[in-house]
Structures are given as C-alpha cells and as structure tokens.
C-alpha cells in the first residue's frame, strides 16, 4: 500500500525559506511521477511543481525560479525547496504520486493524474 507523509511545513516571514520531504512509501519513486500541490483556503488544489518518470521537472508560472523539486530514489523522498516564500505561498501543501509513466511537462500539475495523495503541511508566510 501507498503511503505519502509529508514535513518540513512552517511559518515564515515573506522572503524566508522552507524545505519541505515527502517520505514514500509502498512503491519505488523512480517508476511513477510526483508532485506537489497546495490548496489555500476557498481556492481549488493546484499543481506547483512536479517530476515526472524520468526525472523531468515542471513547475507552475507562479514559483518557477523561487522553488525546486527533487527527489531521492534511494530514500523513496520528494522534496520541494521553496525560496522567496510570498503570502500568496500560504497553503496546505500536499504530496502525490501518479500511476503513470508518460505524462509530461504541463500535465503534470493536472490533479487527475495522481493516485495517491498525502495528508498535507500546513506554509503559512507572513508579510
């Protein structure tokens, strides 16, 4: 069985880091994709930055060059590496693995591509 947990959330003032791990488990990261999502209060979860089969990164317009997603095979682990955090940043952040090894680029933030979800970290930053 799947399972996703997450860490590293916080509170931080605007322009502070976070690096946030989501620990896998269940399956090998390398045959699927990943990514991270964020859900704010009253808005829809959207996708921030994925990897998909091949180790190919893809990020939202909105954290392209503030944030950088890897992954560690040999420990199961996805990480999100978040710089210049903005108030627009705060949101619940959710880890996901996909069942898929050919969707690229863009979809790769589409929610429908992922199985397996996470029960989230709370980033709260403050201005």
């Known amino acids: 069985q799947v399972q996703l947990v997450e860490s590293g959330g916080g509170s931080v003032q605007a322009g502070g880091s976070l690096r946030l791990s989501c620990a896998a488990s269940?399956?090998?990261?390398?045959?699927?994709?990943m990514a991270w999502f964020r859900q704010a209060p009253g808005k829809e979860r959207e996708g921030v930055a994925a990897?998909?089969?091949?180790?190919?990164?893809t990020y939202a317009d909105s954290v392209k060059g503030r944030f950088t997603v890897s992954q560690d095979n040999a420990k199961n682990t996805l990480y999100l590496q978040m710089n210049s955090l903005q108030p627009e940043d705060t949101a619940m952040y959710y880890c996901?693995?996909?069942?898929?090894?050919?969707?690229?680029?863009?979809?790769?933030?589409?929610?429908?591509?992922?199985?397996?979800w996470g029960q989230g970290t709370q980033v709260t930053v403050s201005s």
């Open positions: 990897i998909d089969a091949d180790g190919s990164a």
């Open positions: 996901a693995v996909g069942l898929s090894d050919w969707v690229k680029g863009k979809l790769l933030l589409q929610t429908a591509v992922y199985t397996f």
């Open positions: 269940g399956y090998t990261t390398s045959s699927y994709c």
